[in-house]
């Protein structure tokens, strides 16, 4: 196999350089831009998840043991509710936009147009491989793209699932799927492209940029980081409790947007860690490795990387801490008092494992959050708007989510992405169709004798008083 050559899972040889260019062909035969064209293809694609729903839990399950519940509500309800959205606004986004014009251009048009940017290319990541690759997808060929799709190679079965079936419901030669890993990203990031969105860590994300900058593609990166809860004495801690360890312990902790550590007060803490082992046990039972409802760790590498942090802060657990690398299970964990200098302090954690750094107060935590790389999504729990408004104004994140974690992404109004270290632009609703739709700026005027009379003041040769608008 040569490097530019990947093999499908349809076992047949694909050249990397020729299959962007069979996208590119097709968008330049206008292929993708009639707005049935577009339709067809997103009606297609509903198509695909209504008829292999099955199939979509069953790959989620062999990749992260993910349980159907969880399947269902974050990656496949998720996904036919995105499209049923971008499906139902379609005429609407796509029709040209007139905004507001001054008196100077009474007489004329003043238009901005939703142009396609051409080929896209959308890299997704492992954690939820199906959301994340073809919920950009389907924004990108919404906004008429050709799109070149890279699922991760790390959810095996979920990748195989899209590459097999993808090409069943969309129009082949404008949707294509390369499979494959860094060898096949690098190749496929050689290539000129007009639109690149990437999922994934910010050490990847960098040379995603940096492809870019080759070719000065535009690109959106959705990075992760360490997202941080702030929880005040205020809040009420039996539901600030559920809802920071669902956020936590879903997916078996392997979410861009997990709460990542949690910022509070030393009698917080001891609440905070009474509540934990009340609800961990009432969630998962007194064996979690037993409960169908906590998923595992992707692979073996991840796994050690995350049995290193809770062997490198043993002392500090106070629930869990227990592991099983035959099964790639790590306990849902709780760790206290743990210090900014922990091991489990240094990166994004992507795992069940929750440190607990205590503050005196809310002002400390945001010195603490200001310190550091700015976070993909901040939580803070308050019952004082005093507090969520100091945050608000007093530290950066991506995004903030008060009182809950999680549920801010599934506002489709609310703008999904990172800032700094954590990402670059975003998208949800109709955020992910003007992320890949270029707003091309146009004035229009008319040879109307009186227009012309009004522009011809511009006209050499300039006498005082003539070049007056
Ligand atoms: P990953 O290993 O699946 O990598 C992401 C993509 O990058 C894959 O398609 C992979 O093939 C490609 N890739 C890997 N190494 C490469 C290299 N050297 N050169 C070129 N391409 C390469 O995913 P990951 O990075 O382990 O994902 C986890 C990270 O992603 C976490 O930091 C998480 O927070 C972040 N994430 C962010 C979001 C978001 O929406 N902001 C969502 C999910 C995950």
Redesign the pocket.
Known sequence: MTIGTVTNSKAKPVNIGEAVQKARDAFNRGVTRPIEWRRKQLQSLMRMYEENKSAMVEALKKDLRRCKAEAELLEIDYLTNDLLSVLHHLDEYTKPVLPRKGIVNALDEVIIYNEPYGVTLI??????PLQ?LLLPAAGAIAAGNAVVL??????VACTTFIAETLPKYLDNDAIIVIE???Q???EL?KQKFDYIF???????GK??YEAATKHLTPVTL????KSPVYIDNSADLVITVKRVLWGKFINGGQ???APDYVLCSKEVQDKFVEEAKKVIKEWYGEDPQKSPDFARIINSRHFSRLQALVDASKDKVVVGGNYDAYDRYIAPTVMANVLPSDKVMED?I?GPILPIVPVENAYEAIKFINEREKP?VLYVFTSNDDVHESFVNNTSS?GMCTNDTMMHMGVDTLP???IGN??LGAYHGKATFDTFTHKKSCLKKSFFPIAEKLASKRYPPYTEGNVKF
């Open positions: 890299i997704g990541a492992w954690n939820y994340l890279k699922p991760s190679e790390l959810a494959g890993g860094p096949e990203t690098t990031l990437y999922t994934g860590g910010t050490n990847v040379i995603v959705e990075l992760g980081g979410t861009c947007i994004e992507f993909l991506g999904f992405g990172g954590s990402g």
